[in-house]
C-alpha cells in the first residue's frame, strides 16, 4: 500500500524558515517523480513544487521561486520542501503527493501556519 | 503560464441528477488533463486522467472528455457520496496549474 507521511509543519513568524518531509512507503520511490501541493485555508490546490526521479531537476511556483527548494534522499524514500523567508500567505496545508502525471496519490498533509 | 477556469463554481443538484463541470485551458493541453474530488477535512482523491480514463477503483458514473482547451467532467447519477469539491489540473507543462473548484451542493 503505498503511503506518504508528511511532517515538519507547525507555527512560525513571518521571515522564518521550516523544512517538511515526507516519509514514502509501499512503492520503490527511486521510480517516480514527486511533487509538493499546498492549500490555504479554505481555498484551493495550488501545485509548489516538484522534482524529478534521480533530483537532477527540479521546478518551482512563481510565488515562492527563491524562497524554496525541493529536493530528495532515494535510499531513504524521503522527499523534503525547505522553505525559507516564510510569509502569512504561505500559511496552508502542505501535501506530498506522488506524480504521474497526474497526481495519483497524496499524504495527509503537515500544515505550515505562519503568523506573528 | 496555463490558466484552468472551471465552471460553475458551485452548482445544487439532487441525487440522480447528471451534472457536468466544464474546465477550460488558456492553451491547449493536448488530453494532460486530470479531474480530482475533494470532500470536506479530507485529502483530494484522483478520479480521471488523461482526460477520460477512469483512475481504478472510480465508480463508472464518473466520466471525461475533452483535448485540448475544452474538458468536462460528467456524473451520470449524482450519488450522496459524490457532494464535494472537483478540481481540474493541467499536467501538460510547468507550473502545473488547477482550476479554481467546483462545489457539487446538494439542493
Known amino acids: 500500500e503505498v503511503q506518504l507521511v508528511e511532517s515538519g509543519g507547525g507555527l512560525v513568524q513571518p521571515g522564518d524558515s521550516l523544512r517538511l518531509s515526507c516519509a514514502a512507503s509501499?512503492?520503490?520511490?527511486?521510480?517516480?517523480?514527486m511533487t509538493w501541493v499546498r492549500q490555504a485555508p479554505g481555498k484551493g490546490l495550488e501545485w509548489v513544487a516538484s522534482?524529478?526521479?534521480?533530483?537532477?531537476?527540479?521546478y518551482y511556483v512563481d510565488s515562492m521561486k527563491g524562497r524554496i527548494t525541493i529536493s530528495r534522499d532515494n535510499a531513504k524514500s524521503s522527499l523534503y520542501l525547505q522553505m525559507n523567508s516564510l510569509r502569512a500567505e504561505d500559511t496552508a496545508l502542505y501535501y506530498c503527493?506522488?506524480?504521474?502525471?497526474?497526481?495519483?496519490?497524496w499524504g495527509q498533509g503537515t500544515l505550515v501556519t505562519v503568523s506573528s | 503560464d496555463i490558466q484552468m477556469t472551471q465552471s460553475p463554481s458551485s452548482v445544487s443538484a439532487s441525487v440522480g441528477d447528471r451534472v457536468t463541470i466544464t474546465c477550460r485551458a488558456s492553451?491547449?493541453?493536448?488530453?494532460?488533463l486530470a479531474w480530482y474530488q475533494q470532500k470536506p477535512g479530507k485529502v483530494p482523491k484522483l478520479l480521471i486522467y488523461?482526460?477520460?480514463s477512469l483512475q481504478t477503483g472510480v465508480p463508472s458514473r464518473f466520466s471525461g472528455s475533452g483535448s485540448g482547451t475544452d474538458f468536462t467532467l460528467t456524473i451520470s447519477s449524482l450519488q450522496p457520496e459524490d457532494f464535494a469539491t472537483y478540481y481540474c489540473?493541467?499536467?501538460?507543462?510547468?507550473?502545473?496549474?488547477f482550476g479554481g473548484g467546483t462545489t457539487v451542493e446538494i439542493k
Open positions: 488523461s482526460a477520460s
Open positions: 492553451q491547449g493541453v493536448s488530453n494532460w
Open positions: 503527493v506522488r506524480y504521474t502525471r497526474p497526481f495519483d496519490y
Open positions: 522534482i524529478n526521479k534521480d533530483g537532477s531537476g527540479e
Open positions: 489540473q493541467q499536467a501538460n507543462s510547468f507550473p502545473l496549474t
Open positions: 509501499g512503492f520503490t520511490f527511486s521510480n517516480f517523480w
